[in-house]
């Protein structure tokens, strides 16, 4: 679904100013090896929409009016779609310069290609890897949604919630924020937590179940399903890290020299874009979305503000940066607003139900049954939202994969082979 | 754990659990998948049975326990969470590596190759085997049981608790077949490549049967069904670039003594596997040759002019026939380059004499590769290296023979006058030094094919022989009746049958004087 379309009053001015600069260039006539003015045109214009397609997503209005709210499952749809249409203008420019008789192999481009290249390879791994995070998300909804049935079962809906309910609810709840876990205490630990596990299972079915037990903490309440969930642990190598490979994605990337732009008839601009555009969106995947080794130190040299799309991408990075920097997300295994309206609402029912008396007081009750509510908005907004995002990461997988093998395929074709 | 107060979850979650856990740890049913001797490959789905069958009845009224108190979730949940671990162990023990893509690119192709012959074995097993087992395991656990899964009335497929425990491990499994399906395109790797396509086009109705009855498994089936496409394609794009390769083999020094060009045997070699691969390429390959006949030579003036593909009725011939053809043709082409590269013209000859005999022995030799390639293209290519013989043969001998030749002896008109004693001796004199260098240097030129070694010293000799034995019998005396005849008739006809048997060995002649005094 296009994201442009309501691209309107706020980025028509930046449209308007730029569109100055293009009526700076001269005709030239045409020459497969010099770029003529319609070349240009269409690495500014690619450029400019690049900027528009960032700046949409950064200048959202405030939350609770908007429908994809900063971060959100839907905001991220919309990032993921941006990012396609640049990758697909992009490959229409260096395709239609190959088409035209242009060499793509000719030093600097083909060097600047095969480092875009490099970069994107990089970006299907964590294609994979956003995968497991989008699972691990979808598991965690399973837990709320046992949760959410066990404080709704009520066979007689004007009856308190008994002990037996709100225990399976703790339980599953529990379970859910042992899950969420910050990853970093669990990559490498695989083996450790499974037999940690089994030796809680072990001592507290010695222990008994008594009604006392209340479960405070994560871990001691378990019952052994604590290694249950461990297990399903990332399908990436113990090594792997998520962080490593945005480094490897961004790093390096640097302002074409005007030298390499002109030589490559304003190309290596086009390039450099489709390599800060990769790099930002992969950055906030990784912000969002749980993987293992989220670090968020990776980051672009600094881009000159003659580059259209300059300021929306920082912005990008400076409003992802603050919300990783407030008090309640620090510790959040991803940024993305529903991981966030787990963790409080999850938060919220096991405070709320930590209590010794049962049957319920109805003050409590009441809260109780509130709280089941926003547990199960969240449970219905997850569910509309997690597939389809997989599915864009997964269309992002094969569109990045499909380009590489064309640009590929050009660079390694006999010079001057016609179409 | 027999505590009044009512604690449902948690006992029946623990028994289950625990249940489970227990079966698993002692489980040595469930290892057998993963011994050495079920490595030889399935061929076919092979369910084995995981637990036994008392566990199963056990598990089975756990379940139905669970789920008729409305915990049906709770119960998939400690399923898939037990079962999970055992599949990842399973295919562990098959040898199945956790390898990202980046790591898949930083490997040798050698590397890389082993490793696909394992995968191949490693999956066939833990498709056929380890999954179908589980899935089997599965339904024995809850074909008939009321699992709601989700909080609408979407039915869930009793298949959901195998799809979650296995779906990681599915799609780590062809994780590996991705990742070598987007790798860089080298010729080198044509038919490994070909052999993981065979492999997951084989295993394919069986992803189907296992995953593609739930909607979490389905994926599992596509991205199966996708990773074979890809395969497809990165054949037909390295078969293309293997095309390029062999246009663009850059001619730098010349081969020394003419012989076969080591790109010659490498593409033959080439072409001899795909046609032992023609079954699958032949479905694989639909498309003819796109770079065919626009492809000017790049900065060879001495190149000859491409030719077009020409090839007989186009319908009636397998696209793959027509690359083969093409991959000839352009080896052909890049040859001629090869061949300028020798300042003797003679040499150039014999060097592309060599190459296209060698390429027509190949097709000649290997059943599959003439079927496909055709004889009416065989027969080109032998009119090719007989008409390089003659080239050289022109070429290299023509001068000497001329040597040999009447005209110009002659003083007066008739034929009784006197013969030029001083042009005859110069006659002998040039024939002598002409042939003395044509036997250094052309003993030292090669051809590899002892058949075509002897039908071209046989040439030589049919035109040498005579005509020096007549020029020899009409002139002799005039010679022999002068001073020291033995500067100018160095060699008898005898001399020269042996000397010519030197020609062509790849090294100079020995430095035993063939020479021997006449009379």
Request: charged share 25%; with cysteine; glycine share 6%.
């Given at each position: 679904m296009p994201a442009t379309d309501s691209s309107s009053a706020a980025t028509s001015v930046g449209r308007s100013f730029l569109s100055l600069r293009r009526d700076h260039h001269n005709h030239i006539p045409s020459d497969p090896h010099h770029s003529n003015s319609s070349d240009l045109h269409e690495i500014d214009a690619f450029q400019r929409h690049a900027a528009d397609l960032l700046n949409d997503l950064v200048l959202s209005v405030s939350d609770s009016d908007s429908d994809d709210p900063f971060l959100s499952l839907?905001?991220?749809?919309?990032?993921?779609?941006?990012?396609?249409?640049?990758?697909?203008?992009?490959?229409?420019?260096?395709?239609?310069?190959?088409?035209?008789?242009?060499?793509?192999?000719?030093?600097?481009?083909?060097?600047?290609?095969?480092?875009?290249?490099?970069?994107?390879?990089?970006?299907?791994?964590?294609?994979?890897?956003?995968?497991?995070?989008?699972?691990?998300?979808?598991?965690?909804?399973?837990?709320?949604?046992?949760?959410?049935?066990?404080?709704?079962?009520?066979?007689?809906?004007?009856?308190?919630?008994?002990?037996?309910?709100?225990?399976?609810a703790r339980k599953a709840l529990t379970d859910l924020t042992i899950l969420m876990l910050d990853d970093k205490d669990v990559s490498g630990g695989g083996q450790r937590n499974r037999s940690f596990g089994r030796a809680t299972r072990d001592s507290s079915a010695s222990h008994g179940h008594g009604h006392h037990r209340r479960s405070s903490s994560g871990g001691s309440s378990g019952s052994g399903s604590g290694s249950h969930l461990r297990s399903l642990s990332w399908s990436v190598s113990r090594t792997w890290s998520?962080?490593?490979?945005?480094?490897?994605?961004?790093?390096?990337?640097?302002?074409?020299?005007?030298?390499?732009?002109?030589?490559?008839?304003?190309l290596a601009s086009a390039v450099y874009t489709m390599g800060a555009v990769l790099f930002a969106v992969a950055w906030a995947l990784v912000a969002a979305i749980p993987c293992q080794d989220r670090g968020l130190q990776a980051h672009l040299a600094t881009v000159p503000r003659s580059f259209p799309w300059a300021a929306p991408l920082t912005t990008l990075f400076d409003r992802i940066l603050d919300e990783s920097k407030k008090k309640d997300r620090k510790h959040s295994c991803g940024l993305l607003k529903e991981i966030h309206q787990i963790e409080r609402c999850s938060r919220q029912l096991i405070e709320v139900t930590d209590t010794a008396e049962f049957p319920l007081p109805d003050d409590k009750d009441a809260e109780v049954q509130e709280a089941t509510q926003e547990l199960l908005q969240v449970?219905?907004?997850?569910?509309?939202?997690?597939?389809?995002?997989?599915?864009?990461v997964r269309e992002m997988f094969h569109r990045v994969v499909r380009t590489r093998t064309e640009i590929l395929d050009y660079l390694s074709r006999p010079h001057n082979a016609t179409g | 754990m027999c505590n009044d107060r009512t604690n449902s979850s948690d006992a029946v979650e623990d028994a289950a659990a625990a249940a489970a856990a227990t079966v698993e740890e002692d489980d040595s049913v469930s290892t057998s998948v993963g011994r050495r001797s079920s490595y030889r490959s399935l061929r076919s789905i092979r369910e084995i049975d995981l637990l036994p069958a008392e566990a199963i009845s056990?598990?089975?009224?756990?379940?139905?326990?669970?789920?008729?108190?409305?915990?049906?979730?709770?119960?998939?949940?400690?399923?898939?969470?037990?079962?999970?671990?055992?599949?990842?162990?399973?295919?562990?023990?098959?040898?199945?590596?956790?390898?990202?893509?980046?790591?898949?690119?930083?490997?040798?192709?050698?590397?890389?190759?082993?490793?696909?012959?394992?995968?191949?074995?490693?999956?066939?097993?833990?498709?056929?085997?380890?999954?179908?087992?589980?899935?089997?395991?599965?339904?024995?656990?809850?074909?008939?049981?009321?699992?709601?899964?989700?909080?609408?009335?979407?039915?869930?497929?009793?298949?959901?608790?195998?799809?979650?425990?296995?779906?990681?491990?599915?799609?780590?499994?062809?994780?590996?077949?991705?990742?070598?399906?987007?790798?860089?395109?080298?010729?080198e790797k044509l038919f490994k490549i070909i052999d993981l396509h065979d492999a997951i086009a084989d295993l394919l109705p069986?992803?189907?049967?296992?995953?593609?009855?739930?909607?979490?498994?389905?994926?599992?089936?596509?991205?199966?069904?996708?990773?074979?496409?890809?395969?497809?394609?990165?054949?037909?794009?390295?078969?293309?670039?293997?095309?390029?390769?062999?246009?663009?083999?850059?001619?730098?020094?010349?081969?020394?003594?003419?012989?076969?060009?080591?790109?010659?045997?490498?593409?033959?070699?080439?072409?001899?596997?795909?046609?032992?691969?023609?079954?699958?390429?032949?479905?694989?390959?639909?498309?003819?040759?796109?770079?065919?006949?626009?492809?000017?030579?790049?900065?060879?003036?001495?190149?000859?002019?491409?030719?077009?593909?020409?090839?007989?009725?186009?319908?009636?011939?397998?696209?793959?026939?027509?690359?083969?053809?093409w991959i000839i043709v352009v080896l052909e082409h890049n040859l001629e380059s090869k061949a300028s590269l020798y300042k003797d013209a003679a040499l150039s000859h014999l060097f592309i004499m060599n190459n296209v005999h060698y390429i027509a022995h190949k097709v000649k030799d290997s059943p599959e590769l003439r079927g496909l390639i055709g004889d009416e293209y065989l027969k080109q290519l032998t009119g090719k290296f007989r008409q390089a013989a003659t080239r050289y043969q022109r070429t290299a001998w023509l001068k000497i023979l001329n040597c040999l030749r009447d005209e110009g002896l002659h003083v007066s008109g008739g034929f009784s006058s006197g013969v030029s004693k001083s042009a005859l001796r110069e006659r002998f004199k040039a024939f002598n030094a002409a042939f003395e260098e044509a036997h250094r240097v052309q003993s030292a030129w090669y051809v590899p094919d002892t058949q075509l070694r002897e039908e071209l010293r046989i040439s030589i000799a049919e035109k040498l022989l005579p005509a020096y034995r007549s020029f020899l019998g009409r002139f002799r005396h005039h010679i022999e009746n002068g001073r020291h005849p033995e500067l100018y008739i160095k060699y008898s006809v005898e001399d020269l049958e042996t000397s010519v048997t030197d020609f062509f060995e790849g090294c100079p002649p020995s430095l035993h004087n063939r020479r021997r005094s006449h009379g």
């Open positions: 839907a905001w991220t749809r919309r990032l993921l779609d941006s990012f396609l249409i640049c990758l697909e203008e992009f490959r229409a420019i260096l395709l239609g310069l190959g088409l035209a008789g242009g060499d793509l192999a000719r030093p600097p481009l083909d060097r600047l290609l095969h480092d875009f290249l490099d970069r994107a390879v990089k970006v299907l791994d964590l294609c994979n890897a956003l995968r497991d995070g989008l699972d691990l998300i979808r598991q965690c909804r399973k837990h709320l949604v046992i949760a959410a049935a066990a404080l709704s079962s009520s066979s007689d809906s004007a009856a308190p919630r008994g002990e037996a309910q709100i225990r399976r998520a962080s490593r490979q945005l480094q490897a994605i961004g790093g390096g990337l640097t302002v074409p020299r005007a030298h390499d732009v002109a030589a490559t008839g304003g449970c219905d907004s997850l569910k509309d939202g997690l597939d389809p995002l997989e599915r864009q | 056990d598990l089975h009224a756990i379940a139905s326990r669970m789920a008729a108190a409305g915990y049906g979730r709770e119960c998939v949940q400690v399923y898939a969470s037990v079962r999970k671990p055992a599949v990842d162990s399973a295919l562990r023990r098959l040898g199945v590596e956790k390898l990202s893509i980046g790591d898949v690119q930083r490997l040798e192709w050698e590397v890389l190759e082993a490793k696909i012959r394992r995968w191949i074995r490693a999956a066939r097993a833990a498709v056929r085997g380890v999954f179908a087992s589980e899935r089997r395991l599965c339904f024995l656990i809850f074909h008939d049981l009321p699992l709601s899964t989700s909080t609408t009335n979407a039915t869930a497929t009793h298949d959901a608790p195998f799809a979650e425990a296995v779906k990681g491990a599915a799609l780590q499994l062809f994780g590996f077949a991705e990742a070598i399906s987007i790798g860089r395109r080298s010729p069986d992803v189907s049967d296992i995953f593609a009855a739930s909607k979490a498994g389905e994926s599992i089936y596509v991205q199966a069904a996708e990773i074979r496409s890809r395969l497809a394609d990165a054949v037909r794009g390295i078969l293309s670039e293997f095309e390029n390769a062999v246009l663009r083999d850059p001619s730098k020094t010349p081969v020394p003594g003419g012989t076969i060009h080591p790109l010659t045997r490498y593409v033959m070699n080439y072409s001899s596997l795909i046609s032992d691969y023609k079954t699958t390429l032949s479905e694989l390959i639909v498309s003819r040759p796109s770079a065919c006949s626009r492809i000017a030579p790049e900065g060879n003036e001495n190149a000859p002019s491409f030719p077009d593909l020409d090839l007989a009725d186009p319908d009636s011939q397998l696209p793959l026939a027509a690359h083969l053809i």
